[in-house]
C-alpha cells in the first residue's frame, strides 16, 4: 500500500495504539484528528472570547470621560486631556495589531496571545489606579493617558493572535458551523463587551451616587481586569493551532507574498477602513437622539442607561450574520448587510428632518437601530472573518494584522472627519445629513469591491489557500519542505 493511501485510511479508521494518526500530518483532516467536541471548541473560545475586553474597555472610556468631565470640569473638558484619554487606545492597538501580527507569525501564536492578556490585565489595573505626582490633575490625566495607550496595544494583540488562532482552530470543528463559531467569539464578543460596558457604567454610578464619581470612575476601569483574567489560565493551558504547526515558516520570501496578496489585502484592508469609519464615528447620532429623549436635566445614570439601548442594537444583528456567514457564505453576507446598511442610511438621509425631532425621536431610535444591526451583520461579523481566511497560514497574523490597523485608523479618521462635515454644513438640518450622505455611499462602495473582488470563502478555504500559497512557492523555486513546526535541517 502507497504511502498516501495508507494516511487516507488511516485518517477514516478508529483511533488506536496500533492505528495512531500523526496531527501532523497534512493529509489528514483538521476534523478527522482524535479529539472531542469540547477539546475541539475551546480553543476558539479561548483565543477569540479576550475580544471582549476590546468591546469593554474601548465602551466604558465613554461613560468614564463623561464622569472626568463631571469632576473636573474646568481642567478636564477645556484641556486636550479629555480627547486624548477616550482616542489614545485607538494609536496603541494599531501598534499592537501590527506588532503581535509579526510576532505571531514568526514566534507563536499563543505566546503572542498570553503576553496580551498580561498587558490588558496590568494596564486595566493601572488605569484604575492611575494618579498624579502631589496629587496633580495634570498628572493624574498625562498617567491615565500613558497607560490607555499601552492597554490599547494589548487590545490590538488580541486581533493577529486570538483571532487568527480562532479561526485556525475552527478548522477542527463541524463542517457548516465554523464560520459562526468564529463570529460569535469575536465580533459578538466585541458588542457583548459595549452592552456590559454600559450597564455596568449604569450600575455603578446608581450604587456610588453622582456625589462619588471619583470611585465609580475607578470601579469601572479596574473592572476591566475581569475578562482578561479569566481566559489567562486557559491561555496558558493553548496549543499553537495545528494548521499553524503544519504550515508556519522560517524564512519568508516578502517580494513573493507581496506579489501573491497585494490586491487581496488592499482591498480587505479598504472594506474594513470604511466600516470602522462609520461604526466608530456614528455615536454622534445616538447622543443626538439621547439628547431630545432624556434632555440636560436628566440624572447621569438615566444618559448611561439608554447607551444600553444603543449598545443592544449590534446583537441581534451580530447573531444573524454569524449564521449567515455559514449559510450563504461570508462575501454574500458582507456585501448584501453591507449595501443595506447603506440603503437605510440613505432613507435615514431623506428623512432627517422629519427624524432628528422630538416628535419622530422613537422612530429615529428604531431606524437608527436598524442601521447599527445591519452593519454588524455584514462587515461587522464578516470582515474579520474573511481577513482571517482569505490567506495563507504562514502569513496570517501579519496580513491579519495589517487589515485590522487600517480598520482601526478608519475609526481614528471617522471621528475627525464627520464633525468637521457636520460644521461646515450650512445648517442644522445639513448638519445631520451630510455624515449620513458619506458613510452610506461608503457602504455602497464596500458592498461593490466586496461582490468584484473578495474571494469565496468556504468550510474549507484555510486547507485550500494554504495549498494553493504552497503550489505558487513551489513554482517560484521556494522549497516548502521548510515549512512546519521544524525548521529542515
Same mark, same amino acid.
Given at each position: 500500500?502507497?504511502?498516501?493511501?495508507?494516511?487516507?485510511?488511516?485518517?477514516?479508521?478508529?483511533?488506536?495504539?496500533?492505528?495512531?494518526?500523526?496531527?501532523?500530518?497534512?493529509? #489528514?483532516?483538521?476534523?478527522?484528528?482524535?479529539?472531542?467536541?469540547?477539546?475541539?471548541?475551546?480553543?476558539?473560545?479561548?483565543?477569540?472570547?479576550?475580544?471582549?475586553?476590546?468591546?469593554?474597555?474601548?465602551?466604558?472610556?465613554?461613560?468614564?470621560?463623561?464622569?472626568?468631565?463631571?469632576?473636573?470640569?474646568? &481642567?478636564?473638558?477645556?484641556?486636550?486631556?479629555?480627547?486624548?484619554?477616550?482616542?489614545?487606545?485607538?494609536?496603541?492597538?494599531?501598534?499592537?495589531?501590527?506588532?503581535?501580527?509579526?510576532?505571531? /507569525?514568526?514566534?507563536?501564536?499563543?505566546?503572542?496571545?498570553?503576553?496580551?492578556?498580561?498587558?490588558?490585565?496590568?494596564?486595566?489595573?493601572?488605569?484604575?489606579?492611575?494618579?498624579?505626582?502631589?496629587?496633580?490633575?495634570?498628572?493624574?490625566?498625562?498617567?491615565?493617558?500613558?497607560?490607555?495607550?499601552?492597554?490599547?496595544?494589548?487590545?490590538?494583540?488580541?486581533?493577529?493572535?486570538?483571532?487568527?488562532?480562532?479561526?485556525?482552530?475552527?478548522?477542527?470543528?463541524?463542517?457548516?458551523?465554523?464560520?459562526?463559531?468564529?463570529?460569535?467569539? &469575536?465580533?459578538?464578543?466585541?458588542?457583548?463587551?459595549?452592552?456590559?460596558?454600559?450597564?455596568?457604567?449604569?450600575? #455603578?454610578?446608581?450604587? =456610588?451616587?453622582?456625589?462619588?464619581?471619583?470611585?465609580?470612575?475607578?470601579?469601572? !476601569?479596574?473592572?476591566?481586569?475581569?475578562?482578561?483574567?479569566?481566559?489567562?489560565?486557559?491561555?496558558?493551558?493553548?496549543?499553537?493551532?495545528?494548521?499553524?504547526?503544519?504550515?508556519?515558516?522560517?524564512?519568508?520570501?516578502?517580494?513573493?507574498?507581496?506579489?501573491?496578496?497585494?490586491?487581496?489585502?488592499?482591498?480587505?484592508?479598504?472594506?474594513?477602513?470604511?466600516?470602522?469609519?462609520?461604526?466608530?464615528?456614528?455615536?454622534?447620532?445616538? =447622543?443626538?437622539?439621547?439628547?431630545?429623549?432624556?434632555?440636560?436635566?436628566?440624572?447621569?445614570?438615566?444618559?448611561?442607561?439608554?447607551?444600553?439601548?444603543?449598545?443592544?442594537?449590534?446583537?441581534?444583528?451580530?447573531?444573524?450574520?454569524?449564521?449567515?456567514?455559514?449559510?450563504?457564505?461570508?462575501?454574500? &453576507?458582507?456585501?448584501?448587510?453591507?449595501?443595506?446598511?447603506?440603503?437605510?442610511?440613505?432613507?435615514?438621509?431623506?428623512?432627517?428632518?422629519?427624524?432628528? =425631532?422630538?416628535?419622530?425621536?422613537?422612530?429615529?431610535?428604531?431606524?437608527?437601530?436598524?442601521?447599527?444591526?445591519?452593519?454588524?451583520?455584514?462587515?461587522?461579523?464578516?470582515?474579520?472573518?474573511?481577513?482571517?481566511?482569505?490567506?495563507?497560514?504562514?502569513?496570517?497574523?501579519?496580513?491579519?494584522?495589517?487589515?485590522?490597523?487600517?480598520?482601526?485608523?478608519?475609526?481614528?479618521?471617522?471621528?475627525?472627519?464627520?464633525?468637521?462635515?457636520?460644521?461646515?454644513?450650512?445648517?442644522?438640518?445639513?448638519?445631520?445629513?451630510?455624515?449620513?450622505?458619506?458613510?452610506?455611499?461608503?457602504?455602497?462602495?464596500?458592498?461593490?469591491?466586496?461582490?468584484?473582488?473578495?474571494?469565496?470563502?468556504?468550510? /474549507?478555504?484555510?486547507?485550500?489557500?494554504?495549498?494553493?500559497?504552497?503550489?505558487? !512557492?513551489?513554482?517560484?523555486?521556494?522549497? =516548502?519542505?521548510?515549512?512546519?513546526?521544524?525548521?529542515?535541517?
Amino acid at each position: 500500500m502507497s504511502d498516501s493511501v495508507e494516511k487516507a485510511v488511516m485518517a477514516q479508521q478508529p483511533v488506536d495504539e496500533k492505528n495512531p494518526v500523526n496531527p501532523h500530518d497534512a493529509e #489528514v483532516p483538521l476534523d478527522a484528528l482524535p479529539k472531542s467536541r469540547w477539546e475541539r471548541s475551546w480553543p476558539v473560545i479561548a483565543c477569540g472570547a479576550g475580544l471582549f475586553s476590546d468591546g469593554y474597555l474601548n465602551g466604558i472610556i465613554g461613560s468614564v470621560n463623561t464622569m472626568l468631565g463631571k469632576i473636573y470640569p474646568d &481642567t478636564y473638558n477645556n484641556s486636550p486631556a479629555s480627547r486624548n484619554v477616550s482616542s489614545i487606545a485607538f494609536v496603541g492597538t494599531v501598534v499592537g495589531q501590527l506588532a503581535f501580527g509579526i510576532t505571531s /507569525d514568526y514566534w507563536s501564536r499563543k505566546w503572542s496571545l498570553f503576553i496580551a492578556t498580561i498587558i490588558l490585565i496590568v494596564f486595566s489595573a493601572l488605569s484604575a489606579g492611575a494618579y498624579g505626582a502631589g496629587g496633580s490633575q495634570e498628572g493624574l490625566f498625562a498617567a491615565l493617558t500613558a497607560y490607555r495607550f499601552f492597554l490599547g496595544i494589548g487590545i490590538g494583540g488580541e486581533y493577529p493572535a486570538g483571532s487568527v488562532a480562532a479561526s485556525e482552530s475552527t478548522g477542527e470543528l463541524k463542517s457548516g458551523h465554523r464560520n459562526r463559531w468564529f463570529v460569535f467569539f &469575536t465580533d459578538f464578543m466585541i458588542d457583548s463587551g459595549y452592552v456590559v460596558a454600559a450597564i455596568v457604567a449604569t450600575v #455603578v454610578v446608581v450604587i =456610588t451616587t453622582e456625589s462619588h464619581l471619583r470611585v465609580a470612575w475607578r470601579i469601572c !476601569l479596574g473592572l476591566g481586569i475581569v475578562p482578561p483574567l479569566s481566559l489567562l489560565w486557559l491561555r496558558y493551558k493553548l496549543n499553537e493551532p495545528e494548521e499553524f504547526n503544519r504550515e508556519r515558516m522560517h524564512k519568508y520570501p516578502y517580494g513573493l507574498i507581496i506579489k501573491f496578496y497585494w490586491k487581496r489585502l488592499l482591498v480587505v484592508s479598504l472594506i474594513w477602513f470604511t466600516y470602522d469609519f462609520s461604526s466608530f464615528s456614528f455615536s454622534i447620532y445616538s =447622543t443626538k437622539w439621547l439628547d431630545i429623549i432624556i434632555g440636560d436635566s436628566a440624572p447621569l445614570w438615566q444618559s448611561f442607561a439608554w447607551s444600553i439601548l444603543t449598545n443592544t442594537f449590534y446583537l441581534p444583528g451580530s447573531i444573524a450574520g454569524a449564521y449567515l456567514a455559514d449559510w450563504v457564505g461570508p462575501k454574500q &453576507t458582507l456585501a448584501w448587510g453591507v449595501f443595506a446598511q447603506g440603503v437605510v442610511g440613505f432613507i435615514m438621509t431623506a428623512a432627517y428632518k422629519q427624524l432628528g =425631532t422630538p416628535e419622530y425621536v422613537a422612530a429615529f431610535v428604531v431606524v437608527f437601530g436598524i442601521f447599527s444591526a445591519l452593519g454588524e451583520l455584514g462587515p461587522g461579523d464578516n470582515i474579520g472573518l474573511i481577513a482571517s481566511k482569505s490567506s495563507a497560514t504562514a502569513i496570517r497574523g501579519q496580513y491579519y494584522g495589517v487589515a485590522a490597523a487600517m480598520g482601526k485608523i478608519g475609526a481614528f479618521v471617522g471621528t475627525y472627519v464627520l464633525p468637521i462635515a457636520q460644521n461646515h454644513a450650512p445648517n442644522k438640518v445639513r448638519a445631520g445629513q451630510d455624515p449620513f450622505i458619506i458613510s452610506s455611499s461608503l457602504c455602497i462602495f464596500s458592498a461593490v469591491i466586496c461582490w468584484l473582488f473578495v474571494p469565496h470563502i468556504g468550510q /474549507d478555504t484555510i486547507s485550500e489557500e494554504d495549498q494553493r500559497f504552497r503550489e505558487y !512557492l513551489e513554482a517560484h523555486g521556494y522549497d =516548502t519542505s521548510t515549512m512546519g513546526s521544524k525548521p529542515s535541517q
